[in-house]
């Protein structure tokens, strides 16, 4: 079981206690940077085995093919080699789709073999992988233990929520399928954390939720808000299937059970990241930072996007296979995107909540034609209102954290002496001792 001081590392980046990285989202691409750039690539473009309803890019039913849609060799090799000359010691890779896994294990050890080609000295690779889960077996968790792939897979909950919407092109549901993929993980002793997508089926079941993550042994896992839009269809407003009243409730109800009377046990992002900022660190996630992070989203043909929400000819700003990645990454596109996130409408601007959101996700704000103003987030309500009910038992638990973390730092940095005032905090936050623990 991971602790609190680990797993507030995780969300810190602090690499004398983090144990592992996130899960393989858009969120976690932001997050997770090499050279200050983070990378994800739709492997096989729409192409996926299962046809849910929701999904926010797939539009092919469940019915990939019949020629699964691969990054070409010499694109991918190109893209590897410009990247890993930038890398600066550390290169990240987050794969996705549709349903990375069709694009076979041959690719993959293609990647492997490249990233290893034209890495330099001990540069450290990561690559993060989003699945389903149904397409697993054990040459699979075989290849991602060797590698040290970290796995993100998709459970919506116990069987029969899942099979609700997570069904194939059949409406066979693929509970089963997952539950399988996820055992051949573990017989590996693979890194995956579970992705559950919040929907109409189980807005109302947190509790639910969290005793099927304890009774399955699942101490990693992330909830996202069920958005029913296409992420190539960026003019067109959100839709949304729950209400933020309806997430909101969910968002109390889930604090109760990650809280645990003060003792957590499960790992979920919302509330780490929420941790991290009352622990005085920044948080991680790209919706919860001041800006977003600079993030290359890759098609499988090579075009390239500033964020998986916006993927669309008006904010292609190159393609991989055909242009320097120096000039991509100096794409003017790239500032008029970075620029969104701190357009903070003026309701923002004064909310007592602000340094835990900064204006939570561009995609859920409604915005004016020249994207000078918008509305604030879809789920604005929601996160006040678990704010709000969170805020003192949050307070404890990261003073508490924090006093663990100091006392560890002060035996592991400055072999037990109090640090002087201009030095970095022994709790480990990145912050001067003054502007820190010194006045908690």
């Known amino acids: 079981m991971i602790t609190m001081e680990e797993r507030l590392a995780c969300v810190a980046g602090d690499a004398r206690l983090a144990r592992r990285e996130d899960a393989t989202t858009m969120e976690s691409a932001c997050a997770t940077n090499a050279a200050g750039v983070s990378v994800m690539w739709k492997t096989v473009h729409e192409d996926c085995n299962l046809a849910c309803d929701y999904c926010y890019y797939s539009t092919c039913g469940g019915k990939p093919g019949p020629k699964i849609n691969k990054i070409a060799p010499e694109t991918l090799e190109k893209f590897i080699r410009e990247y890993m000359g930038l890398s600066r010691g550390a290169a990240s890779f987050a794969w996705q789709g549709g349903e990375p896994l069709l694009a076979g294990l041959d690719f993959f050890e293609m990647v492997v073999s490249l990233q290893a080609k034209y890495a330099p000295p001990h540069t450290m690779i990561s690559n993060a992988l989003q699945t389903n889960g149904t397409l697993i077996h054990e040459r699979w968790a075989a290849f991602f233990k060797k590698y040290h792939f970290l796995l993100g897979v ?6 029969h929520i899942h099979d609700m919407r997570r069904v194939d092109a059949l409406g066979q549901g693929s509970f089963e399928r997952v ?138 700003i190159g393609n991989v296979g055909t242009d320097a990645l120096t000039n991509i990454l100096n794409h003017p596109l790239y500032d008029t995107f970075l620029k969104l996130k701190p357009a903070l409408p003026e309701t923002c601007k004064s909310c007592e909540w602000l340094e835990l959101c900064y204006g939570g996700c561009p995609r859920n704000r409604r915005w004016n034609e020249d994207l000078s103003m ?58 001067k001792y003054k502007n820190c623990c010194a006045h908690p």
Not at 188 to 195: E, S
């Open 154 to 159: 998709s459970l919506d909950g116990p069987r």
């Open 179 to 316: 539950m399988k993929g996820i055992a051949h993980l573990r017989s590996q002793h693979v890194d995956f954390n579970i992705l559950t997508v919040i929907h109409r089926e189980n807005v109302g079941r947190a509790k639910e939720l969290f005793a099927f993550y304890k009774q399955e042994g699942f101490d990693f896992v992330q909830f996202i808000p069920c958005m029913k839009f296409q992420s190539q269809q960026v003019q067109q407003p959100g839709i949304y299937e729950i209400t933020p009243e309806e997430y909101g409730q969910f968002l109390c109800e889930a604090f109760d059970c990650w809280y645990n009377d003060g003792h957590p046990v499960i790992s979920e992002r919302f509330f780490d990241n929420m941790l991290s900022v009352y622990a005085h660190r920044d948080a991680e996630l790209c919706t919860r930072r001041k800006v977003c992070g600079k993030t290359l989203i890759l098609e499988q043909n090579g075009d390239a996007y500033p964020c998986d929400f916006y993927i669309h000819p008006d904010w292609k």
């Open 374 to 431: 918008s509305q604030p987030d879809y789920f604005c309500r929601s996160y006040r209102q678990v704010y709000a009910y969170a805020h003192d038992r949050m307070t404890a638990l990261a003073d508490r954290t924090r006093r663990n973390l100091f006392a560890e730092g002060l035996r592991y940095h400055y072999g037990g002496r109090t640090p002087g005032r201009n030095d970095p905090c022994a709790c480990g936050s990145g912050k």
